[in-house]
């Protein structure tokens, strides 16, 4: 059964001040990652899919790693309207076309 | 672009009644949608897959005679929640999966406010 385990579940950050979002994984047969930012009474946003270990890609001040348990977004310099929650899903191999998704991490930055 | 819109945005019923929400993808076509259910402060929930032409598949626990789900074409699907009551009220998001590649990405749509008084 594949898992998704996020952390920190709430992150406060000065604006301006850089941090990472950490989102756990154990799956059979990664074939995606994927990175969601939903704000409150909205539905997910889509940001990214990682495909493989190594693979990075960025969006603005956002970047997303993968490793073969991990993936990072990393947030550089943030600003108030990064503030939402950040939704972490995996699709392995034995789902058809299923998501798991983790239980989020709720960012607010303050200006 | 991948753009999913739901309607309508919010909903007030009364109990018993029926509620129909539609998902529609504006700019591709989905061969399978998503519907979800969301509590506050909690991550989705996926209900159920419905895949174009065919019978929903509902996860566990999900009772399908009360949410019927109806996929007639490759950009709607919709969701009727019947003989609502209080305990149905909740945030409904429905995805469709675009595939480009050997990749399917869920693209969500704004989500549906239903409130059963």
């Known amino acids: 059964e594949d898992q998704v385990t996020q952390s920190p579940e709430a992150l406060r950050l000065q604006e301006g001040e850089s941090s990472s979002l950490n989102c756990s994984y154990t799956v059979s047969g990664l074939r995606g990652l994927f990175w969601y930012r939903q704000d409150p009474g909205k539905g997910p946003e889509f940001l990214f899919t990682?495909?493989?270990a190594g693979e990075e890609k960025e969006k603005e001040r956002l970047k997303a790693t993968l490793t073969k348990k991990e993936s990072f977004l990393h947030i550089t310099a943030p600003k108030p309207e990064d503030s939402a929650t950040y939704l972490c899903?995996?699709?392995?191999?034995?789902?058809?076309?299923?998501?798991?998704f983790g239980s989020g991490t709720q960012l607010t930055v303050l200006p | 672009g991948a753009v999913v819109s739901q309607h309508p945005s919010r909903v007030i019923c009364k109990s018993g009644t029926s509620v129909k929400i539609e998902c529609r993808s504006l700019d591709f076509q989905a061969t399978t949608m998503f519907w979800y259910r969301q509590f506050p402060k909690q991550s989705l929930m996926l209900m159920a897959t419905?895949?174009?032409?065919?019978?929903?598949?509902?996860e566990q626990g999900v009772e399908k005679d009360k949410f019927l789900i109806n996929h007639a074409s490759l950009t709607l699907s919709t969701l009727t929640v019947t003989s609502a009551h209080p305990e149905d009220s909740s945030f409904y998001i429905c995805?469709?999966?675009?595939?480009?590649?050997?990749?399917?990405?869920?693209?969500f749509g704004p989500g549906t406010r239903l409130t059963v008084l």
């Open positions: 990682l495909y493989s």
């Open positions: 419905s895949n174009e032409g065919s019978k929903a598949t509902y």
């Open positions: 899903a995996v699709h392995g191999s034995g789902s058809a076309r299923q998501l798991t």
């Open positions: 995805s469709a999966s675009k595939t480009s590649g050997s990749t399917d990405t869920q693209y």
